[in-house]
């Protein structure tokens, strides 16, 4: 019998943190990935309702899981971006900054950067948006300077029409494990670039799988200047920076 998503999930960080602590000696970045993977806490009994927590910026964050698709499991990508932003707050300020995530999945990104101050809208599929609404919610309210907000985007669809270009004004953007072995890496490329202006910084953290999903980094390039953050061997995961190029490039 297939694992719902929530269990597979804690079967990946008890499996993650048990490699983590083999290899803390033998991996530069070894010890830097147990700090990061010590911020989440996973229940030892599995219940009806699916849950792990976090701790970021001072809170306990509180994510409940939806069984019914990958969209609502946090995975890796997402704790350490979120732990770049917490670390980084001085240099990379999110007070006052307007943010959008795509592919927000359980909203762990969201919540953080909201906590940090910052105007975010948090963006998925329709069938992800309640258990992202629900999480945003219970670990927002009252407890950061702008409540996100909670919107639909399907990658490459009527961006137009629901994020106009020109009204469209984001300093961050951020990413984590949006790139996957799924068919919409055209549209995910279009909407990166319908979603950035010349002065928006995307914040990236991708883990590297198969060979289809690293020639998105190619093409990624061709529009935007990339430049890596970050770099987590043990993790297969890399956290970048990018910009537009001037459009005198493209």
């Known amino acids: ?9 804690r079967l990946l960080s008890s499996e993650l943190r048990r490699k983590l602590d083999y290899k803390e000696g033998e991996n530069e970045d070894g010890h830097l990935v147990v700090e990061i993977m010590r911020r989440c806490f996973s229940p030892a009994l599995i219940t009806n309702k699916s849950w792990e927590s976090f701790h970021f910026v001072g809170h306990q964050i509180k994510i409940t899981e939806a069984t019914d698709c990958y969209g609502a499991v946090v995975w890796p990508s997402a704790l350490v971006l979120c732990y770049f932003l917490e670390t980084n707050s001085k240099q990379y300020s999110l007070v006052d900054k307007n943010v959008i995530e795509i592919g927000a999945g359980t909203g762990l990104v969201s919540i953080v ?44 669809v009527d961006l137009e029409k629901n994020f106009p270009w020109s009204s469209c004004q984001f300093d961050y953007i951020m990413a984590a494990d949006v790139v996957y072995y799924h068919p919409f890496l055209d549209e ?10 010349d002065n928006t910084v995307i914040l990236w953290a991708m883990r590297f799988r198969l060979d289809k999903e690293n020639q998105f980094v190619g093409r990624f390039q061709e529009l935007f200047d990339l430049e890596v953050l ?21």
């Open 1 to 9: 019998m297939d694992m719902i998503p929530s269990q597979r999930n």
């Open 113 to 156: 950067a909201s906590l940090l101050g910052a105007y975010v809208t948090a963006t998925d599929l329709p069938e992800v948006l309640g258990n992202l609404q629900y999480n945003i919610l219970q670990n927002t309210k009252m407890k950061c300077k702008h409540q996100p907000q909670v919107k639909e985007l399907s990658w490459g």
């Open 188 to 197: 995910l490329l279009l909407t990166f670039d319908h979603l950035c202006k």
């Open 230 to 250: 970050s770099d987590f061997p043990s993790l297969n995961i890399t956290l970048y920076k990018a910009m537009r190029k001037s459009r005198k490039e493209v």
